[in-house]
């Protein structure tokens, strides 16, 4: 099996939107914040690597036509993380909530960054 990774500007845009996203989720004023510091250097790496990724899968298999095959594969992904993270990190409800709210977060991403690369390719990057 051959991957063929092309590395494009919709991609680069994609992980910096993410990363202002996350920015934006995890303020020092939004009462979900939790108490850790976030350091910009691999949180970008991460978002780039997760755009590679993304990249790869909308390309071969999961098309984005529209805005609503973006939001689905989003969805898609959060409730996969989901689904993997519950057996091992759910022991009570406030955990079971911190799960909900990950899993969205991770939906959001996954969204922004495939709505982003179909956009900035539709514009013609």
């Known amino acids: 099996m051959v991957i063929r990774i092309k590395i494009d500007v919709a991609v680069v845009v994609a992980a910096v939107v993410a990363e202002?996203?996350?920015l934006i989720l995890y303020s020092?004023?939004?009462p979900w914040r939790q108490p850790d510091v976030r350091y910009l250097i691999p949180s970008l790496v991460g978002d780039f690597g997760l755009a590679?990724?993304?990249q790869w899968i909308i390309m071969?298999?999961?098309y984005v036509r529209d805005w609503r095959d973006g939001l689905s594969l989003g969805l898609f992904a959060g409730c996969l993380y989901?689904?993997?993270s519950a057996p091992h990190s759910v022991?009570?409800?406030s955990s079971a909530i911190s799960l909900a709210f990950n899993?969205?977060?991770k939906a959001a991403i996954v969204s922004v960054m495939a709505l982003t690369m179909f956009y900035v390719r539709k514009a013609g990057y």
């Open 20 to 22: 202002v996203v996350s």
């Open 28 to 30: 020092e004023q939004l």
């Open 52 to 54: 590679v990724v993304l």
């Open 60 to 62: 071969t298999h999961w």
């Open 82 to 84: 989901a689904a993997l």
């Open 91 to 93: 022991w009570g409800p």
């Open 103 to 105: 899993s969205v977060y």
